[in-house]
């Protein structure tokens, strides 16, 4: 059975593959879809659709909203299937693209106190094609001699933690969910386990997601353990939500993460795309 992969970041946010270059990869690869879920931003959907062409791998548009859910700060939702070329949809997109420019510029501002020679446009020169995060900074600030590792931006600089960190403004849960379902898409709950909650926070969690819409969740994910993997396959069964998984490939940004193949024991099979693709018509 042939290998897939649902969640994967190009250099239109904060990966370091072109699209061109994950759609070569995942010909390398052997895989026989692949879905572009950039970081609140479908930019990259176009030139990757034209690099699959003639290929044998399907690609699938789709996207990766940061949302909030009650008191937690940030959860993740996978839109699979989604129609990219949807006008609201692309103008709440705008709308998120305006909100976390105006947190960059203050984060500029901040860095600026502490020593650094930047600004938005700089940001804007070097990384205006992607939807920039802190990452990028990190990259900046190596680049430019201040830091010798992204750790130490983050720890230095942009971590939550940091002097230079500005918190985002994010949509709901339920908005991030109702826009995907919008757009004709599926969305799927992102990683649960990296959310560290207990086992009646994430039912809780899943029950109200799944009231919202939800129609699925990642029971594949490159940092599981096999335990993980069976708990959210149970979970996704007990709460009627699809199974879907995936590498979250970043390129160098992520160095331990394959496409495909994860930390080398991913796997993604192809019969999981079937019931996501009829959940999507």
């Known amino acids: 059975m042939n290998a897939i992969d649902l969640h994967v970041h190009s250099t239109y946010s904060d990966g370091t593959f072109t699209p061109k270059m994950l759609i070569d990869e995942a010909v390398r690869k052997g895989l026989s879809a692949m879905a572009l879920t950039?970081?609140?931003?479908?930019?990259g959907i176009d030139d990757a659709r034209l690099a699959s062409a003639g290929t044998n791998v399907e690609l699938i548009p789709g996207i990766e909203l940061s949302c909030s859910y009650k008191d937690f700060k940030e959860i993740h939702i996978v839109g699979l299937f989604i129609n990219d070329k949807d006008k609201a949809f692309n103008a709440k997109l705008e709308e998120l693209r305006t909100t976390r420019d105006e947190r960059n510029h203050l984060m500029c501002g901040k860095l600026r106190m502490h020593g650094i020679d930047i600004s938005f446009d700089d940001m804007d020169n070097d990384y205006g094609n992607a939807v920039i995060t802190r990452a990028h900074f990190a990259d900046y600030l190596m680049k430019h001699g201040y830091v010798s590792s992204k750790k130490e931006a983050f720890d230095r600089y942009v971590g939550d933690n940091a002097p230079c960190f500005v918190p985002r403004?994010?949509?709901?849960?339920?908005?991030?969910?109702?826009?995907?379902?919008?757009?004709?898409?599926?969305?799927?709950?992102?990683?649960?386990?990296?959310?560290?909650?207990?086992?009646?926070?994430?039912?809780?969690?899943?029950?109200?997601?799944?009231?919202?819409?939800?129609?699925?969740?990642?029971?594949?994910?490159?940092?599981?353990?096999?335990?993980?993997?069976?708990?959210?396959?149970?979970?996704?069964?007990?709460?009627?939500?699809?199974?879907?998984?995936?590498?979250?490939?970043?390129?160098?940004?992520?160095?331990?993460?394959?496409?495909?193949?994860?930390?080398?024991?991913?796997?993604?099979?192809?019969?999981?795309?079937?019931?996501?693709?009829?959940?999507?018509?």
């Open 169 to 281: 403004r994010y949509l709901s849960s339920g908005d991030g969910i109702r826009i995907i379902l919008d757009a004709k898409g599926v969305p799927i709950l992102a990683h649960p386990t990296l959310y560290h909650l207990g086992n009646d926070v994430m039912r809780d969690m899943l029950a109200a997601l799944k009231a919202d819409g939800l129609a699925g969740m990642e029971c594949i994910y490159s940092t599981y353990t096999m335990g993980e993997e069976i708990q959210m396959r149970r979970l996704a069964k007990e709460f009627g939500l699809i199974p879907s998984g995936g590498s979250d490939f970043h390129g160098a940004n992520k160095p331990s993460i394959s496409l495909g193949t994860g930390k080398g024991h991913l796997f993604v099979p192809e019969s999981i795309l079937e019931p996501i693709r009829k959940h999507a018509h």
């Open 38 to 43: 950039d970081h609140d931003t479908i930019d």
